[in-house]
């Protein structure tokens, strides 16, 4: 098995995640770049590659049984195992998102993506992170799926939206439920917030770097043992549920 300490990133060709993957690549580790479209993974892997990172490309959709479970085999082919997973990949849906005016398949396609594809995607990777002395899972989760945050008065949480804040919600509870489980593992498990970053899911209106955001997930991803597990954070600290 590799010495180095290996990563996955889902979603990394751009954005959050392909800055994510960047960070960690600063600090030695081998990271594979978890994405969808060849053209856009292999592109992220030259341009990390010629940044000095040691990365490798993952043909991933994590709404794909079969993807999922043929990534997980490449991982253990090139790494033997997985040091940390960040479940990044994630979608926005379409528009109106007003609850009273949905389409109901737009609620169950960002669902798809942003709960169950981290779940699927966290399944197939566990027995390689069960190989590793310092195991991590971050999920990148977002402001809007704090029900604090979406409840309270003045505070500012974008537009209506019944699929993608929900989603994220759904996201944060699964974080909890499998930090409950992994309890007695050395795995920690933690939700992410990355803030209002500029990235093309929101048509790049962000006031925030993809940089910035990715920063939160570097630190949860570098954990110390012992360190916090089924909690919420930002740059700030954590985030009331």
């Not at 098995?1 to 800055?19: D, H, P, R, W």
């Not at 960040?86 to 396609?109: K, Y």
Request: aromatic letters at 4%; hydrophobic letters at 40%.
């Amino acid at each position: 098995m590799s010495e180095q300490t290996i990563a996955l990133v889902t979603g990394a060709n751009k954005g959050i995640g392909y800055e994510i993957a960047a960070g960690l690549g600063a600090l030695g580790w081998r990271v594979g770049v978890g994405a969808r479209d060849r053209e856009r993974r292999e592109s992220a892997v030259e341009k990390l590659r010629a940044a000095g990172v040691d990365a490798f490309g993952v043909p991933l959709d994590v709404t794909d049984d079969a993807s999922v479970a043929e990534a997980a085999r490449l991982v253990e082919d090139t790494a033997g195992r997985l040091d940390v997973l960040v479940n990044n990949a994630g979608i926005t849906g379409a528009v109106p998102q007003l609850p009273t005016s949905v389409d109901p398949a737009t609620v169950r396609t960002v669902v798809e993506t942003n709960v169950i594809g981290v779940i699927r995607v966290t399944n197939a990777m566990l027995p390689l992170l069960r190989r590793s002395p310092a195991p991590r899972i971050v999920n990148m989760s977002s402001g809007v799926g704090s029900l604090t945050r979406q409840t309270t008065p003045g505070s500012d949480t974008g537009p209506i939206a019944v699929a993608y804040s929900p989603s994220k919600t759904f996201l944060n509870a699964v974080t909890v439920q499998y930090a409950k489980e992994l309890g007695d593992t050395d795995i920690l498990v933690n939700a992410a917030c990355p803030g209002y970053c500029a990235t093309d899911l929101n048509g790049f209106r962000g006031t925030r770097t993809p940089e910035q955001g990715a920063a939160v997930a570097i630190r949860l991803a570098t954990l110390p043992d012992g360190g916090p597990t089924g909690a919420f954070f930002d740059d700030e600290g954590e985030v009331p549920w």
